[in-house]
């Protein structure tokens, strides 16, 4: 009994940690938005990662010795997760949610747990039952529905909604390479370690391009509010979202990990409303619903295998 009551508590803590990561990495639509109106992308970028990694070393500089143990195995994971996770996904997101809204930005990232679940099956093996699959559907269907309250948006041009749409997909799926490699990298190395490692690795990869856009950069008309974002933008959503999210997805199966990626685009659409002050419109809590049950499913599945 206790030590089914000590594996209950463990499946309660990492389904939290997975939530939390992902209502923390839903507040980067948003907050994407702002930052990529305040200032160049590649600028933006650069601070972003710069901030998570000094945020995530006090975590680390106790197990520094730790760096000096890891195999080329480890690195090339590493440098996978700063490529795709921390470069790819940053300027796939602020470029993209520089054309389109805040909401249809959230409706394109609902499309991560279905993007995430068929790669785990397809490439980590993980074993579909119907619990996973009637996630991803509830998951999908949510989209689909949160797509329909787009319908009659006037806000932005076709050509631009499209591209920028196109964009944030891409970003998808730098996530979801960013959420499988991680997996596996945090299957040796400790998730705090990788986040910080990989946040360090982009730091110099962004540079270049930092120094190219710097031109570019009107210090002057960036405000306090655009300021607190950015930081918000490196602190909160790539330093602890990726400590939450590397945390509980190092003890759950890839499939697991992606229904609860449900919970970031309902955070992202709650959250546009908030700070981008975005129309609610009655048919988003329909696709809410969808969400919440698709994360109820999943947590139903990680409570049955002891994952």
Known sequence: MQDGGKAKANNWTTNAKLA?????????????????????????????????????????????????????????????????????????????????PGTVGATVMSTTPAVTSTASIALLKDKPTWRKIAAVTLAVGGVLILQLGQIGEGDTAGNSLLLGSTLVFGAVCCETIY????????????????????????????????????????????????????VWYGAGTLALGSWFWYSGVSRAEGAVAAGFMGVMPAS????????????????????????????????????????
């Open 20 to 100: 939390t990561g992902m209502a923390l990495f839903g507040s980067a639509t948003p907050i994407s938005k702002i930052v990529a109106s305040a200032m160049p992308v590649f600028v933006a970028s650069t601070l972003r990662v710069a901030i998570g990694a000094l945020v995530l070393f006090p975590f680390i500089a106790r197990d520094w010795h730790d760096i000096g143990k890891l195999s080329r195995r480890d690195w090339l994971l590493v440098t996978a997760i700063a490529l795709f996770g921390m470069f790819g996904f940053s300027v796939l997101m602020l470029y993209g949610m520089g054309m389109v």
């Open 179 to 230: 959420t499988l490699v991680g997996k596996k990298a945090s299957e040796t190395i400790d998730p705090v370690l990788v986040a910080f490692l990989a946040a360090a690795i982009a730091v110099p990869v962004f540079i270049p391009f930092a120094i190219w856009q710097w031109q570019d950069f009107q210090l002057r008309h960036v405000t306090a509010a655009d300021w607190l974002a950015l």
């Open 268 to 307: 992202a659409l709650i959250l546009s409303y908030l700070l981008l002050d975005e129309p609610f419109r009655p048919i988003h809590l329909i696709g809410f619903a969808f969400v919440f049950l698709s994360v109820l499913l999943i947590a139903w599945e990680n409570a049955k295998t002891g994952g």
